[in-house]
């Protein structure tokens, strides 16, 4: 772990989070009959995994899963070279009339869940869309909250929130330190939508 | 990467790079929405100094798929026919803001010289009867979708060689890959230089279809021959023309290509033309996708 830097989440604690997070969904859209997750890639796409695994679980029920990558609907495309597009997977039986709870790892300036919106609206007419994230770091840029919140984490804008999932990075985690300045970047706030957003 | 000029420049991650997107991008088709905001408010200029109704068509439905501006620019009735050099035209686009430019032109090079004389983008659609890099980028796109992979494959390029800029495209991009490449074809049509090329050739067709994963065939370019290459079409055709009796000796999933327009009858009987083996519609449809994904990666970042 570099200087600086330390876990406010471990495993354990993770598991509850999201254990917390299904049956709020339950509760929330009553029984969860129209629900559908979206996770949005890199790390959403395994949180929804897992929140459906839950859900099954409580509540006999197999909520449709899928992944909707925002890349090419970023407001920040010009700022940096072009980058590899992630995956989008709308499960069979499509979003109209659904209730989508998009899926993600951190909420920060909420421009990534802009983009999803309007990925959303490009796709289909879901019923509702709620929003379910694992930290919310605050400094939102826009007018966006989460209906469903792992752990509220109030960070500073100088320091860095990773989160590691066994999934992706082989161990469950929610690392704060300080931010790296990306070369080029004007201020120390790091690009509005990178990564951990 | 800032322009695509020569499949020979992209690196093997590069290619893959762009395979992946326009896989991604495919999906785009299919939705009621075929529409993505990725590059709105961005200028692509189809500058096309020779007829193509199929490439141009293609460069500009994937433009718009990405909301770009998108402005045709046919040398016929412009300010070519009045004698207008590309320099001048290049400066002309310069100077309105393009912010690429596809280009297709009749002269080997003219996509590199345009590209030293542009800010923008330059995407090469065809010059001369030397390359003509997205042809080929949807080519493999095509043979990884129906085939599974394409380290390995064995391709076979059949026809005209000489004038092809498709086959040189597709032999410097398949290499990369890790595809092996037997151009097919009569010895004057086959260009001087081809020993230097990354790839096997042979003058039977017989003898290398049993051997092939892919067998693309090619038209034969009578629009660029002022002489003779071959005795008589009928000569050509029993030769090197693919027909059902010799679609039945190529390995069971082995997959027929061209890149289009064909000519029935000489390099391809309807036959095989028609069989679902032949993935003609399917090149053009991922044609769209593919220039999509390029259009992306050069002009959607910084």
Redesign the interface.
Same mark, same amino acid.
């Given at each position: 772990m570099p200087d600086g830097t330390r876990a406010v989440l471990d495993g354990p604690e993770i598991n509850r989070a999201l254990t917390r997070i299904a049956h709020e969904v339950l509760e929330r859209t009553k029984g969860g009959e129209d629900v559908t997750l979206l996770g949005i890639p890199s790390r959403g796409v395994p949180l929804a995994q897992r929140l459906a695994r839950r859900i099954e679980r409580v509540e006999d029920l197999a909520v449709p899963v899928g992944s909707l990558d925002i890349t090419m609907y970023r407001d920040d495309l010009r700022l940096a070279p072009a980058r590899a597009l992630g995956r989008t997977e709308i499960p069979v039986g499509g979003l109209d009339d659904r209730v989508v709870v998009l899926v993600d790892d951190v909420l920060f300036s909420g421009r990534t869940v802009r983009a999803a919106l309007d990925a959303l609206g490009d796709l289909g007419r879901p019923r509702a869309v709620q929003l379910a994230v694992l930290v919310d770091r605050g400094h939102r840029e826009l007018p966006i909250r989460a209906d469903y919140v792992g752990k509220n984490l109030p960070t500073s804008l100088r320091e860095n929130v990773t989160v590691r999932l066994e999934e992706t990075d082989g161990h469950d985690a929610v690392l704060l330190g300080p931010a790296h300045p990306r070369p080029g970047a004007p201020s120390a706030r790091p690009a509005a939508t990178e990564g951990n957003d | 990467m800032r322009h695509l000029l020569s499949t020979g420049d992209l690196s093997r991650d590069e290619a893959t *790079?762009i395979l992946? !997107?326009a896989e991604?991008?495919a999906?785009v088709g299919d939705?009621s929405?075929k529409? *993505?905001? !990725?590059l709105r408010g961005r200028t692509v200029v189809n500058l096309f100094y020779e007829d193509s109704t199929r490439t141009r068509t293609s460069f500009e439905l994937a433009a718009k798929r $990405?909301s770009a501006d998108v402005i045709n620019f046919s040398a016929k009735g412009s300010s070519v026919s009045k004698g207008e050099s590309l320099k001048d035209t290049a400066l002309t686009l310069q100077a309105m803001g393009a912010d690429g430019v596809v280009i297709r032109h009749s002269a080997s090079g003219a996509a590199h010289r345009l590209a030293n004389w542009v800010d923008g983008s330059v995407l090469n659609a065809g010059d001369g009867t030397h390359e003509h890099p997205t042809q080929a980028l949807l080519d493999a796109f095509t043979m990884r979708s129906r085939l599974g992979r394409l380290e390995g494959l064995r391709v076979a390029i059949v026809g005209d060689i000489l004038h092809s800029r498709v086959a040189r495209s597709n032999v410097l991009l398949l290499t990369t890959l890790g595809a092996h490449v037997t151009l097919v074809a009569p010895p004057t049509l086959l260009p001087v230089s081809v020993h230097t090329w990354p790839c096997e050739v042979s003058y039977d067709l017989d003898d290398v279809l049993p051997k092939s994963d892919v067998v693309m065939l090619l038209r034969v370019q009578a629009e660029r021959m002022h002489e003779s290459f071959f005795p008589s079409e009928r000569e050509y055709s029993r030769r090197f023309g693919l027909d059902g009796e010799r679609l039945g000796r190529m390995p069971q999933d082995a997959i027929v290509m061209h890149p289009g327009p064909m000519v029935r009858g000489m390099e391809i009987s309807a036959e095989v033309a028609d069989s679902p083996r032949c993935t003609v519609t399917e090149q053009v449809a991922n044609g769209v996708s593919l220039r999509m994904a390029v259009l992306? $990666? $050069?002009l +959607? +970042?910084?």
């Open positions: - | *790079l992946d !997107t991604e991008l999906q939705r929405v529409k *993505l905001p !990725t $990405l992306y $990666l $050069l +959607g +970042g910084s």
